[in-house]
């Protein structure tokens, strides 16, 4: 089944403690994006990979780290997270972006910073 | 900058048809397209328009003016099922901004 896949789903930590949230997607897509999603305010993009070790800044990037070392994974990493951080996290993949803008998300990571 | 707007929320009654608009403003411009969202889902793709026009997928329609920077999604013959959240997101090259979402009520 074709998926894009995201762990954990809820997670509950600290200000200051270093986290992972991972994304792996089966369809081969070139494009992978990392959204944020808070009340009243839409789905923001924080950062987005065109491909293998390219990637580039979204609309809201600080505080956040990506890599991209293989093309069917894109992790999002908060290196010192901080309660403004506390939001609902999408990772999103696509063909190469230009074709369809077509996007699949995956199911969402639910992040609380205490 | 840019910015997305779109209603934020709107009420039909089943069977009935819906319009949800969207105007942009944003430096660039390569696609609009159109994203459900159910409570507590994941946002799913449901249309897209890169030229003027309208395009067609079922019950769903969108429709997009360039020059007026503005969309809409058109929902016919609607059902419970179509409760959700409805989002327009406009491509700027790589990028992709989205709006603050519209939420669908319908009623029986």
């Known amino acids: 089944e074709a998926q894009v896949t995201q762990n954990p789903r809820y997670l509950i930590t600290v200000t200051g403690k270093k986290l992972t949230v991972t994304c792996s997607q089966n369809?081969?897509?070139?494009?992978m994006s990392w959204y944020r999603q808070d009340p009243g305010l839409g789905l923001r993009q924080i950062y987005y990979?065109?491909?293998?070790?390219?990637?580039d800044k979204g609309d809201v990037p600080e505080g956040y780290k990506v890599s991209r070392k293989e093309k069917r994974n894109f992790p999002l990493i908060l290196e010192s997270p901080s309660p403004n951080q506390t939001s609902l996290y999408f990772c999103?993949?696509?063909?190469?972006?230009?074709?369809?803008?077509?996007?699949?998300f995956g199911p969402g990571t639910r992040l609380t910073v205490l | 900058g840019q910015s997305l707007e779109q209603p934020s929320e709107v009420t039909a009654v089943e069977g009935a048809i819906v319009q949800i608009n969207c105007t942009y403003q944003?430096?660039?411009?390569?696609?609009l397209s159109w994203y459900q969202q159910h409570d507590g889902g994941a946002p799913t793709f449901l249309s897209y328009?890169?030229?003027?026009g309208l395009e067609e997928t079922g019950r769903f329609s969108s429709f997009l003016s360039r020059s007026d920077s503005y969309g809409y999604l058109l929902l016919q013959e609607l059902q419970m099922k179509d409760s959700a959240s409805y989002f327009c997101?406009?491509?700027?090259?790589?990028?992709?901004?989205f709006g603050s979402g519209t939420k669908l009520n319908v009623k029986p």
């Open positions: 999103a993949s696509s063909t190469r972006a230009g074709l369809t803008d077509t996007q699949y």
């Open positions: 369809m081969n897509h070139e494009y």
């Open positions: 990979s065109m491909n293998v070790e390219v990637t």
């Open positions: 944003t430096s660039g411009f390569y696609g």
């Open positions: 328009n890169a030229l003027d």
């Open positions: 997101a406009v491509r700027n090259f790589n990028k992709f901004y």
